[in-house]
């Protein structure tokens, strides 16, 4: 294992271990996830994101306004960060569904004049 010295008060950081357990090091140097993290991150055909792309035309307090319409189960303050991720990165995720939950969801959004799109395999 390596370790780098530094950080806050000089704490000392190993090369693959972490305190939550996420990754872990083998003993021949490999690097290892546990199950329900790869299987999230490994993409899944049947999950979908609803893509925001960034709008130059509409204020971000439409854009806020368009996802809480659209998708009632959203917070305020989510919505905020969604047109903020967008606004600052050019996309941003607004949530993950199915094909057909992620289908309305964009045409409801492209009626209220918003650029967006989904992409499989979330």
Request: charged letters at 25%; one cysteine or more.
């Amino acid at each position: 294992m390596v370790s780098l010295t530094g950080g806050v008060k000089g704490d000392i950081f190993i090369a693959g271990a972490r305190s939550d357990g996420l990754v872990s090091e083998t003993e021949s140097g490999r690097v290892t996830t546990p199950a329900e993290l790869s299987e999230t991150s490994s993409g899944r055909p049947d999950r979908w994101a609803l893509v925001l792309f960034d709008d130059s035309h509409h204020s971000m307090n439409y854009v806020i306004w368009a996802l809480l319409k659209t998708l009632p189960e959203l917070s305020a303050t989510e919505a905020s960060l969604i047109m903020l991720e967008a606004h600052n990165t050019g996309k941003g995720v607004v949530t993950l569904c199915g094909r057909e939950q992620a289908e309305k969801y964009r045409d409801a959004l492209r009626v209220l004049q918003l650029g967006c799109d989904i992409e499989p395999g979330w």
